[in-house]
């Protein structure tokens, strides 16, 4: 009897430990980089607080802004370019505002470029000249990318052969199955190893200097970045230049202020965690969270960052 009232009590408590953890979503995309961080966000802050973060798997960053806005869910991630310009609602969100998003934190540095076959014979962004190239629904990222890139070698899609491609994991197919040439991909995600391991071998096209001004003008925050500055990743040499801009954590303002300290707290104190996901997290630097002042933090980080003293805004 006394055996069966123990396990009870045990359970009781088991239980309530259960109940006591608060859910929250976090909006992010299927496959590719942005799963990816997700997936190691979620484990971390899950892992260290008190908070269950479940993935919310969505078909592109459009879709899962205005959910995140209007706080049908909690959080979201996305690089620098698209969360500037969804607040603002200019560039791919042109129109479309989304007031309601505030900053967590800047996690990482986004590397990346346009990834080719070895085989393929091209280094620069001029040789995507009637190459078969992925096109991307009009005003998202991915065809927002691809223009620019061309647009740094003075090409369009008037020069190079269209593919249609739905979202990320369709193209990174595609040139795994040889039915495209070129791929946006990120140094040190999944989806580069696997183009790399694939197809035999694979590297980035190289920008030139000059270019980050052309790329800057649909794309804010961007900056070109050279191989010896870059993590060791597929595709990689010290003579590759791609781009580099930081990628974000928001939420939305209604969020509690301590759920949200709670996430903050979670990520400055998750770097091991974080770091052995993958490579994708080699350059993550706790110190670095507050940055991007520029875009308005949630009232509950800046509490948080404050405290531990890597808080530079007002």
Not at 65 to 94: C, K, W
Not at 124 to 144: C, N, V, Y
Request: with cysteine; proline share 5%.
């Amino acid at each position: 009897m006394l055996k069966r009232l123990m396990m009870a009590v045990a359970l009781t408590g088991m239980l309530c430990g259960v109940a006591a953890a608060q859910t929250v979503g976090l909006a992010t995309t299927k496959g590719g980089a942005t799963n990816q961080i997700a997936n190691a966000l979620a484990k971390t802050i899950s892992e260290n607080s008190d908070l269950m973060v479940r993935p919310q798997i969505m078909a592109n960053t459009a879709q899962y802004l205005p959910l995140v806005d209007t706080g049908r869910v909690e959080f979201g991630i996305a690089n620098f370019p698209q969360t500037s310009n969804a607040i603002s609602g200019t560039g791919m969100s042109e129109g479309q505002p989304h007031p309601n998003l505030r900053m967590v934190g800047t996690l990482i540095p986004f590397n990346a470029g346009l990834m080719v076959t070895n085989e393929s014979g091209m280094a620069t962004m001029a040789d995507m000249k009637g190459k078969r190239l992925p096109r991307f629904p009009e005003g998202s990222l991915g065809d927002i990318i691809m223009k620019a890139a061309l647009e740094t070698a003075g090409l369009t899609y008037d020069d190079v052969t269209s593919v249609p491609i739905a979202n990320f994991p369709a193209m990174f197919q595609g040139i795994k199955d040889g039915t495209t040439d070129v791929s946006i991909a990120t140094a040190g995600s999944q989806s580069a190893l696997d183009i790399d391991a694939s197809t035999g071998g694979a590297r980035f096209l190289d920008f030139k200097d000059g270019d980050e001004k052309i790329l800057e003008k649909s794309l804010p925050g961007v900056s070109l970045k050279k191989g010896t500055d870059l993590p060791e990743s597929a595709g990689i040499t010290d003579d590759t230049v791609i781009m580099s801009y930081d990628y974000t954590l928001f939420a939305n303002v209604d969020v509690a202020d301590e759920t949200v300290a709670k996430v903050a707290k979670a990520l400055y104190e998750g770097k091991e965690g974080l770091m052995a996901s993958g490579p994708i997290w080699s350059e993550f630097d706790p110190a670095r969270l507050a940055n991007n002042i520029s875009l308005e933090f949630h009232p509950g980080a800046i509490e948080f960052y404050k405290s531990v003293g890597i808080w530079n805004g007002n």
